[in-house]
């Protein structure tokens, strides 16, 4: 490994509105999670808004953590459709394929298309979920074009368990990460487009409690270590 060598930096990420008419709302959400938005332009071409986002206010003018969001284009919303329509895509008709996926989106939110971002407060976290979840109940824009779902910190880290307890957003939540000493949050919407049949979109929001060698969210499992350390060991 090149000790001098600068790392390398996750620069951008463009998703898609799915409807011209709805970028504004989209960008809307964008804000609402606490994305900060540097400009907004006329999309050429295509039509609809191209909106410039950065996950942080500290990134803000800066030249990486970017998010882009643009209206589809027509020739993939085209294919999406054709998709759809040879599926049966919310038709009785509906391919056993297509059932096997809803349901297993409906289970776990990370079958679905995704970006995860790590926050670095857990207070901060906990106010944009009941930002959001009261959006999603009440705001005459956004009720029901969002979803919210809470995977809690798996229990046996006993100032954990006692955080999440405390907890206005995890108390009384039943499903757990994978591993110890961290959090998610998934937020899903149908105003942005992804996965294999142009479904909704799903972002994830982590917070990793400090100061734990184990957990699963930015730290690598023992098998993990294991694997490194053989490869530095071949090399």
Known sequence: MN???????????AVHYRNRNEGHLAARLLRELGFTECYAMEQPGEGGTFFHFV??????????RIFYLLCMPEVL??????????????????????KALRAAQAEDPEFNFHAAIVLPSLEELEEM????QKLSNEDPELKGRVKVTL???????PEVDARMDASPVFANVTRHTYGPNGV???????????????????????YVFPGYKD?????????????IAAKEGAS
């Open 3 to 13: 000790a001098q060598r600068q790392s390398k930096t996750y620069g951008h990420l």
């Open 151 to 157: 995977n809690r910190a798996r229990p046996g880290t």
């Open 129 to 132: 979920v009941l930002r959001v």
């Open 55 to 64: 996950i942080d206010e500290q990134a803000n003018k800066g030249t990486d």
């Open 215 to 227: 957990n699963i969210l930015n730290a690598p499992s023992v098998e993990a270590e294991a694997a």
């Open 77 to 98: 919303s085209s294919l999406y459709a054709e998709i759809g329509k040879r599926l049966g895509v919310g038709t009785a008709d509906e391919a056993a394929e297509v």
């Open 184 to 206: 998610q949050v998934f937020v899903e919407t149908d105003l942005i487009c992804g996965g294999p049949l142009g479904d909704n979109w799903a972002f994830e929001f982590d």
